[in-house]
Nanobody, 115 residues
Framework: QVQLVESGGGLVQAGGSLRLSCAAS????????MGWYRQAPGKQRELVAM???????NYSDSVKGRFTISTDNAKNTVYLQMNSLKPEDTAVYYC?????????WGQGTQVTVSS
């Protein structure tokens, strides 16, 4: 059974930082493409950051230069370091993993950035 469990969300003031974590079981992150998506109320879920099994990263233009995705293979965990947060970053953030046969999603963690 594959499970992705996010943590680290919360309330932060604009300009602040948060670090999201996604701990995986039943899947090996080092062999998978991994990433973070987010969804704000009334908006479609959008890609925030991805990291491939080869270590290549990709970021949405809106977060490039502010967010950093990384992994700890020993802990089978993917992180999203979010700096210089803006109110428009407010959303539910979802962990993502590309499995062999299907994609997997975490339950999401709320990030709220106040003005």
């Amino acid at each position: 059974q594959v499970q992705l469990v996010e943590s680290g969300g919360g309330l932060v003031q604009a300009g602040g930082s948060l670090r999201l974590s996604c701990a995986a079981s039943g899947i090996i992150f080092s062999r998978s493409d991994m990433g973070w998506y987010r969804q704000a109320p009334g908006k479609q879920r959008e890609l925030v950051a991805m990291i491939t099994s080869r270590g290549y990263t990709n970021y949405s233009d809106s977060v490039k230069g502010r967010f950093t995705i990384s992994t700890d293979n020993a802990k089978n965990t993917v992180y999203l370091q979010m700096n210089s947060l803006k109110p428009e970053d407010t959303a539910v953030y979802y962990c993502y993993a590309q499995g062999v046969l299907r994609n997997y999603w975490g339950q999401g963690t709320q990030v709220t950035v106040s003005s």
